[in-house]
């Protein structure tokens, strides 16, 4: 059991190419830690750090009290779970699994009685003599958990485990994953590009970009209180509809004002967004506080159907604002919602839950709770 | 019908290729006498193949170019795996480094085979199938190492990376996981280092005498003041394709069995 801690950790790969800046970040003793950004943000290259696949190039990184920056991954007592899933393909399921104990010196009764136990929970017991060639897709990916598992390391490091399987059954890993999380309570870092993901396994999620760290929080924490546009648009799908705007008025009365949509604040907003006053913004807005009803504080616009698509549970409406159909917005509307394409219809905008950004830097207008 | 003619068309092509091979083989089985006849088989006879063992020591020559052409890979590549394997990974001498195994093999062989033939003499390494084995060990060095490399840089990398979080050293991750997983390319390798030795003429006439002539020497002795005994010659030369027709099945098996098929994804 072990905490991982990078202090100013940075991966130069010379010639100018950064692949992680400078990052600071405490993973805690048994977390669940999210790595998420878009491709190339150096997620992975994080991960691959903390394993040892990938010098470090300036920093220190410590795996619970040691001090293992210049440590083989040997040395590390990680377990990798790659997308790929890199079983050994010349090896049965239970040498894959067995490697790492062999490797360790472990007798070979206590190696079988691991597998045996890790077999048990992921459900491998009749594969154990198979190839990974004769394995479905699904099941390697069993394997390959199998194998981090049953070295019973300090930390587990997965780099998009569940992305290269289905719908379904991606799904159901996900569900497992956090089951077996639960069970083994042991630190684990989780690199994805799926926000579902993000939001459902995590105990925190660590956003990153271009090799930045962007924000760290609790999942929902984050999604109240996105640190700038790039966040507030990547934790969600449908995105987070921004608009550029302008804040007047003073302290009394505070008019948000954009060439098609136009309110006076909320009062209790007034204290969070005073810093604003006078300055070009983004007013933001996610599709779930758009709704077809009106509501008490929402905000009424008209706007034309664009297009909908229909999720049986939910349907996600796309609005034009103007008569050019150039400014979009999404809205996810509740299941009875039905209309016809190019319908103009009046909507209500709950700005009771907008978010504010500065349109310079991108940068959010703290917000507080939602309420 | 339009398979019947697509048929017929590779049917004749492949007559086209395998006439001339088809032809030494029957050239072999006919006595000396008839060899130059038209007529498909006028006799069958095993004299030739008799006779070139008998009275040429054939036997002797393809026992050499056995040795000589194994001897080779075997020295050649527990250098080459490692080397090939550097330059696939890592950033080992860089673009220069790799350009310099690719220039041994544009230097044409007859440059070498004076300096050479002096190194040997000198060294009295001449006439001594070990002496043999040394160069073609050298000649196939730089070529394994450029195959090799291409087959390392097709093994995925999370193989090694899962080996080492798994506890292998970088050395026992090469040895334990990618040596095994590139088995099938190596083997290829081999197969194609050998077939270099095999075939390899120069250098044995240069370097070898009576007692180490291998099958390619012993071929061209086989013409004569008395002229070319082509029969005898058929038999030697179909006897020489043999082992090369048995390595490019070989070969053949395993380059399209692939090489870490099931490891990803």
């Known amino acids: 059991m072990a905490s991982i801690t990078l202090e100013n950790v940075s991966k130069d790969y010379g010639s100018g190419v950064v692949g992680v800046r400078d990052m600071n970040l ?52 990680v377990a990798v779970v790659f997308q790929s899933y890199a079983l050994y393909p010349h090896m049965s399921v239970r040498q894959n699994m067995e490697f790492g104990l062999k490797m360790r010196g472990m007798a070979p009764a206590d190696r079988a009685a691991r597998i045996e136990a890790a077999a048990d929970i992921l459900g491998l017991q009749p594969y154990l003599n198979r190839r990974p060639a004769a394995l479905s897709g699904g099941q390697r ?155 008490p504080g929402a905000v009424p616009f008209e706007a034309s159907v664009v297009a909908i698509e229909a999720l049986g549970m939910e349907n996600i409406a796309i609005l034009a604002l103007d008569q050019s159909g150039k400014r979009e917005l999404s809205a996810r509307l509740g299941r009875d919602f039905s209309a016809s394409i190019g319908d103009r219809l009046t909507f209500y905008a709950d700005v009771a839950r907008m978010h504010l950004f500065d349109a310079e830097t991108t940068r959010a207008f703290p917000r507080g709770r939602m309420e | 019908m339009l398979r019947v003619l697509s048929h017929l068309g590779l049917c004749l092509a492949c007559l086209i290729v395998l006439l001339p091979i088809l032809w030494v083989l029957r050239t072999s089985l006919v006595p000396e006498s008839l060899s130059y006849s038209t007529s498909i088989l006028p006799a069958v006879t095993f004299e030739n193949y008799a006779s070139l063992f008998a009275d040429n020591r054939f036997g002797t020559n393809y026992m050499n170019s056995i040795i000589v052409a194994a001897g080779s890979v075997i020295l050649a590549m527990p250098l080459a795996a490692p080397t090939g394997y550097a330059f696939a990974r890592f950033r080992t001498s860089g673009r220069a480094g790799r350009f310099a195994v690719l220039a041994t093999q544009m230097l044409p062989p007859v440059a070498l085979a004076l300096p050479i ?66 088995a099938p390319g190596i083997a290829a390798a081999a197969v194609l280092g050998f077939i270099i030795s095999w075939n390899e003429f120069l250098f044995a006439l240069i370097l070898g ?46 380059l399209v069995q692939g090489l870490s098929f099931g490891s990803v994804k």
């Not at chain 1, 300036?58 to 007592?77: F, K, M, S, W, Y």
């Not at chain 2, 490399?149 to 990618?178: C, K, W």
Request: contains cysteine; hydrophobic residues 45%; glycine residues 8%.
């Open chain 1, 26 to 77: 405490t993973i805690e003793d048994g977390e669940f830690m999210i790595f998420l950004g878009p491709s190339g943000c150096g997620k992975s290259t994080t991960l691959r750090m903390i394993a040892g696949l990938e010098d470090i190039s300036t920093g220190r990184l410590r795996i619970g009290e040691r001090d293992v920056t210049r440590a083989a991954p040997r040395e590390r007592n």
């Open chain 2, 117 to 182: 033939f002096m190194l040997y003499r000198s060294l009295g390494l001449t006439n001594s199938l070990f002496g043999l084995t040394l160069v073609y060990t050298a000649i196939n060095l730089p070529f394994l190492t450029w195959i090799l490399m291409g087959f390392f840089e097709a093994v995925p990398r999370d193989l090694e990376g899962a080996a080492m979080t798994d506890g292998a050293t970088a050395f026992g991750a090469f040895v334990r996981v990618v040596l095994p997983v590139a």
């Open chain 1, 141 to 295: 990916q069993r394997v390959a958990l199998g194998r981090a598992m049953v070295r019973e390391p300090d930390v587990f490091l997965m780099d998009e485990p569940l992305s290269n399987l289905d719908a379904k059954l991606r799904a159901e890993m996900r569900l497992e994953l956090i089951k077996l999380h639960r069970r083994l309570g042991r630190t684990t870092v989780f690199v994805t590009h799926d926000q579902v993901e993000a939001m459902t396994m995590g105990d925190r999620i660590c956003i990153m970009r271009d090799g930045n760290l962007v924000q760290v929080g609790k999942p929902l924490e984050v999604y109240a209180n996105p640190v700038d546009t790039f966040v507030a648009q990547f934790l969600a799908s449908p995105q987070m509809n921004l608009v550029e705007a302008r804040l007047n008025g003073n302290a009394g009365a505070i008019e948000l004002t954009s060439d098609i949509l136009s309110f006076t604040l909320p009062r209790f907003l007034h204290a969070a967004f005073a810093k604003a006053l006078g300055r070009a913004v983004i007013f933001g807005l996610r599709p779930e506080d758009i709704h077809a009803e009106p509501r």
């Open chain 2, 209 to 254: 005498g009576p007692r180490t002539a291998t099958v390619p020497v012993a071929l061209a002795a086989l013409q004569t003041s008395n002229g070319v005994e082509i029969s005898k010659v058929s038999a030697g030369v179909s006897l020489a394709i043999l082992p090369l027709m048995l390595a490019s099945r070989f070969i053949q098996k395993y």
